[in-house]
């Protein structure tokens, strides 16, 4: 990975939609810290002179005008939530990039659609975007309610079951910028998280291109070994890797393991002993995740590994 990591934020906005929200919350920090600043003073002020008699008169009028600033400064901020909400509802792009996501639990499918179905792409748990273009995301749920939510591009969006709902997002700077899942999915909710790589259109390009690919083929023995070991045990049931005869949708599609940041949707990161340690016993690693712990020899776990190392 390149790009830098940049902390998981809403107050170091990347994109013009994050930049609109932060902006809300400075004004509703600064609006409510000026009235409670503003409160507190009457108070004191009260309370030293308390003994001084106040006509009825004036006390009336004091009241009526704070309840009329409440209500101004109530409106003034409702407005401002009201545009806020507004303005990142869309980019107004007329062209954008299109990616699918789906939440599973407790690890992300992302998709880039294409008319030729043999350039779709599919990967798990890391979206590239380029910068400074607009991309749509169009998100929705397997199984659970979950939400998506890159605090430094975007607000949360919720992925229903059954539902597709667009959300906008641009990056301005390559970084790599971390979303999580915002809605309670289950037991690994915390372990649900998701890279988004931002990278120059032709790093992006790039990428593209290689994922398009279909997964590299064993070039020693020791490769093939692994390949065979994968096919043979029940991987296939739930993996796929495009070029075989793995087919399975449950968990991630494994066509590019290799070329992955993390392993797991941000639990681990993407050594040989962690994937080691994952294949053997995820259950271990990640408890309630819905991939079974794999029992085998240390030989064919060796060769497994060297395989699945050259998928990138
Ligand atoms: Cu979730």
């Not at 934020?9 to 004004?27: E, F, H, K, T, V």
């Not at 308390?50 to 004036?58: H, N």
């Not at 975007?154 to 999580?180: C, E, S």
Request: charge should be positive.
């Amino acid at each position: 990975m390149t790009a830098s990591t940049v902390l998981q934020s809403i107050l170091d906005p990347a994109g013009p939609q994050a930049a609109y929200i932060s902006r809300l919350w400075w004004l509703m920090l600064w609006v409510t810290t000026i009235v409670f600043v503003l409160v507190l003073g009457f108070l004191a002020a009260a309370l030293l002179r308390r003994r001084r008699a106040t006509s009825e008169q004036s006390l009336a009028r004091a009241v009526v005008a704070a309840v009329g600033a409440t209500v101004v400064i109530l409106f003034g901020l409702l407005i401002a939530s009201v545009w806020t909400g507004r303005a990142v509802a869309s980019l107004g792009a007329t062209s954008a990039v299109t990616i699918e996501i789906v939440g599973h639990q407790f690890w992300w499918e992302v998709q880039f659609d294409d008319a030729d179905p043999s350039r779709r792409v599919t990967t798990a748990n890391e979206l590239h975007v380029p910068v400074g273009r607009p991309v749509v995301l169009k998100v929705t749920s397997r199984d659970v309610i979950h939400s998506f939510w890159a605090p430094n591009l975007h607000g949360k969006r919720d992925l229903i079951p059954g539902y597709t709902t667009a959300i906008w997002i641009q990056a301005d700077r390559p970084a790599v910028y971390r979303a999580q899942c915002a809605e309670f999915c289950g037991k690994q909710h915390a372990h649900m998280a998701l890279d988004v790589v931002a990278e120059t259109e032709a790093q992006f390009e790039r990428w593209l291109d290689a994922q398009r690919k279909p997964a590299a083929e064993p070039a020693n023995e020791s490769e093939a070994r692994g390949r065979d070991a994968f096919m043979r045990r029940q991987c296939v049931l739930c993996h796929s890797i495009r070029g075989t005869l793995a087919r399975g949708l449950v968990g991630p599609d494994l066509t590019h393991l290799a070329s992955r940041g993390k392993l797991a949707a941000g639990t681990l990161p993407n050594t040989r002993g962690h994937l080691g340690g994952w294949i053997m016993n995820s259950q271990e690693i990640k408890p309630g995740n819905l991939m079974p712990p794999n029992l085998m020899t240390s030989d064919e776990l060796q060769s497994l590994l060297t395989y699945l190392e050259i998928l990138k």
